[in-house]
Each structure stands twice: as structure tokens, then as C-alpha cells.
């Protein structure tokens, strides 16, 4: 997965973002190789992953996505390998790699999410 540079921020407050302000909520935003799927796990955690999946990561596909009949599980169309919302990691091959995360910080006072890397 390529490498780019990533610093967003973004206040869940907003209502671009509504999906974001219950634990378990999510939603893709703009940046990284072929995007960034945003999970919040729990009230002050978030994790980020870049939708490029990892397996034959240099052919062209569309973006890893999460599943709409089990919302823990993100697919990659091109393989049809699957990943963990929770942390990134393979649950079903032919993928043998995690997908790319990114760094989070969340500020509860302000409601700022940052992701970089």
C-alpha cells in the first residue's frame, strides 16, 4: 500500500460526521491511497484504516468496504479477503496482511479527531 502523507481533522459535531458520535458508528472520508474508513470503538478511541486492501495491493480496485449484513467485517472486492473493523486484521484470505492504519487522537472536550500518520 502506497505510502502518502495523512493529517486530517475533523469534528464529529458536525453533521457530515453524525455516524461518528455513537461508539461502533463509522464513515469513509477523503485522504490516504483510496481512502480512509473511520470506526469508533469506543467513546475516546477511533481507528483509521486506508481502504486500499492489501492483497495484490498494486492492480487497480475499488476500495475496501464494510460489510452492510455484519458492519465488524470490511471486504475487498478485488479478492474478497475480509478485515476487522476493530483493528485492521485479515479474518478471511486471500490476504495475508493488515490493512494500513493510521494514527488518531481524540479531544472529548472539543470533539476533534485527528488522523496521521
Known sequence: VPD???????????????SLQGVSGWIYIDGGSRGILVYRASLDEFVAFD???TYNAYEECDPVYVDSNNVFNVIDPCSASTYSILDGTVTNGPAEYPLKQYKTQFSS???QLRIYN
Open 4 to 18: 502518502v502523507p495523512v493529517e486530517k481533522s475533523i469534528n464529529i459535531n458536525l453533521p457530515l460526521y453524525t
Open 51 to 53: 481502504r486500499h486492501g
Open 109 to 111: 472536550g472539543t470533539n
